[in-house]
């Protein structure tokens, strides 16, 4: 072969041999300046979750003025008056509150009794003796007796009495019962009095009280009038206490 034949075949290797070369180094696919890390990824991130905030309603509050309060108040009893009034609890422009009262038709029972049956009752019969307005000697002793019955449910002992209530005492005593009185029956019951030495028109007040000291049942009253003779049995106007 010949000096020039060799130079070209070998200008020709060289040439295959560098565009080899260049061809494997133009492949940049394994190359670590372009690929990924294995844990990489080119998508787009996951967005956070969401957080759900749950709002509680804010009641409403109606303005002042809006809304007006009527409370009813009644009390038992038929009939009667309906007095009405109103009161302004929040100042100017507040609520308005207009209450009805119902007046009751009937008085209600005094404070400690009860429309049933009473344990502890009396009801007044009648004057025994000394009718009222009976004419006394100033000191003259005397004795008032008065009728009951017993119109309660507890029989009546020789513990319960008669006892001073109120107005003129005339020397009269609390007396006890002279013998035991069941439901429903009468008995008489006698105070002993002495006439007071001036001359006027009295009147004294008694009551039956049971074992406790505690008063039942109606009240009884003597009524006398003092005379020395001289005033020619002309009644007195006026009550004295004495």
């Given amino acids: 072969m010949s000096r020039t034949k060799f130079q070209i075949c070998f200008l020709l290797i060289l040439g295959i041999a560098v565009s080899a070369c260049g061809a494997a180094s133009g492949s940049p696919t394994n190359s670590p300046e372009t690929s990924l890390p294995p844990t990489w990824t080119d998508s787009a991130p996951s967005p956070e979750p969401a ?143 002495t006439a007071p030495m001036i001359n006027c028109w009295y009147g004294s007040w008694w009551r039956l009280k049971n074992e406790r000291g505690d008063y039942f049942g109606d009240f009884v009253y003597v009524s006398v009038i003092t005379s020395n003779g001289m005033e020619n049995g002309t009644p007195y106007p006026t009550l004295c206490v004495g």
């Fill in 51 to 193: 957080l759900t905030i749950q709002e509680t309603p804010t009641p409403e509050i109606a303005a002042p003025g809006e809304s007006t309060l009527e409370p009813t108040i009644e009390t038992s009893g038929d009939g009667g008056s309906t007095p009405e009034s109103t009161i302004d609890s929040s100042g100017a422009g507040g609520p308005t509150f207009e209450p009805t009262l119902q007046a009751s038709g009937t008085r209600p029972p005094p404070a400690g009794t009860s429309s049933g049956p009473r344990c502890d009752d009396s009801q007044f019969v009648e004057d025994v003796t000394i009718p009222d307005g009976t004419i006394v000697k100033p000191g003259e002793e005397f004795k008032k007796t008065w009728r009951f019955k017993n119109t309660g449910v507890c029989g009546w002992t020789t513990k319960y009495a008669i006892g001073y209530a109120y107005g003129a005492v005339l020397h009269g005593t609390e007396t006890k019962l002279t013998k035991s009185v069941a439901p429903g029956v009468t008995v008489d019951v006698t105070v002993k009095f």
